[in-house]
């Protein structure tokens, strides 16, 4: 069993910060990538950046600049700082872990059950 869990979610102000944390927990091998999606209301759920294992990281047009992901291997974790936050910001946040786990015969994706990010003054 796996569980990834999402925290650090809330109402922050329009150019305010937030940092997002995402831990893996359980029968875990091995992580590959590790990533945030994001799903705002009447959209379809998006890419906003991933971080492979070895650091390597990629981001939405729409956030470069403002966040940045980053991870601990060792904690099974990773992290999202937003910085500069629009009301465009505005959904709920899914974190993504690629992972191997003991006794598998591959790697499959697991996801958090999401965080609420709101953007609102």
């Known amino acids: 069993q796996v569980q990834v869990v999402e925290s650090g979610g809330g109402l922050v102000q329009p150019e305010g910060s937030l940092r997002l944390s995402c831990a893996a927990s359980g029968s875990i091998l091995y992580i590959n990538a590790m990533g945030w999606y994001r799903q705002a209301p009447g959209k379809e759920r998006e890419l906003v950046a991933a971080?492979?294992?070895?650091?390597?990281?990629n981001y939405a047009d729409s956030v470069k600049g403002r966040f940045t992901i980053s991870r601990d291997n060792a904690q099974n974790t990773v992290y999202l700082q937003m910085n500069s936050l629009k009301p465009e910001d505005t959904a709920v946040y899914y974190c993504?872990?690629?992972?191997?786990?003991?006794?598998?015969?591959?790697?499959?994706?697991?996801w958090g059950k999401g965080t609420l990010v709101t953007v609102s003054s």
């Open positions: 993504n872990a690629n992972i191997w786990t003991i006794g598998g015969y591959g790697a499959m994706d697991y």
């Open positions: 971080v492979t294992r070895g650091g390597s990281t």
